[in-house]
Nanobody, 123 residues
Framework: VQLQASGGGLVQAGGSLRLSCSAS????????MSWFRQAPGKEREFVAA????????YYADSVKGRFTISRDNAKNTVYLQMNSLKPEDTAVYYC?????????????????WGQGTQVTVSS
């Protein structure tokens, strides 16, 4: 499956962005999806995950209550709504897919990755 992330940009602290990740090539509904991020000089970290039908979600503590992951299987797209953004949310955000009911927070279990979209939050 090919993944294309979009929606990143520059926003002030307290603002919002919505990231999108479009998938093509395989039945999207067979894949658990997640978002990860990587800040300069830091390792890639888990942000949020959603199971293949959207019925279960999981978040990193650092974004819980501010970010929401969702998916539209009819549009082959997963979203990450980011509210109350903080400068520490600045990173390249990647979507990932795993051919399983649920993916979890470990990056190594994911089979496919998008190219990343830059999110910059100014203070």
């Amino acid at each position: 499956v090919q993944l294309q992330a979009s929606g990143g940009g520059l926003v002030q602290a307290g603002g919002s962005l919505r990231l999108s990740c479009s998938a093509s090539g395989r039945p999207f509904g067979s894949y658990a999806m997640s978002w990860f991020r990587q800040a300069p000089g830091k390792e890639r970290e888990f942000v949020a995950a959603i199971n293949w039908n959207g019925g279960s979600t999981y978040y990193a503590d650092s974004v819980k209550g501010r970010f929401t992951i969702s998916r539209d299987n009819a549009k082959n797209t997963v979203y990450l709504q980011m509210n109350s953004l903080k400068p520490e949310d600045t990173a390249v955000y990647y979507c990932a897919a795993r051919k399983a009911y649920y993916g979890g927070s470990y990056s190594l279990v994911y089979d496919y990755w998008g190219q990343g979209t830059q999110v910059t939050v100014s203070s």
